[in-house]
């Protein structure tokens, strides 16, 4: 039974990674960073904002 589970979860991955591949080939245009954004241009707005941690008083 183990082994069948894990067929199905690497057949899982194997049939997403070959369809995210499909794509690329088919489309080169459309390819982008793959990090969910809009595309890999940085905003020059981001830099403008930059957080920092609050002082650690004892």
Known sequence: MQHILVGVAVGCA????GRRLWRAMRHPANLSC?????????????TKYKPSLPMYKP
Do not use: E, H, K
């Open 34 to 46: 793959g990090c969910g954004c809009s595309g890999c241009v940085p905003d020059p707005d981001a």
């Open 14 to 17: 194997a049939f997403f990674i």
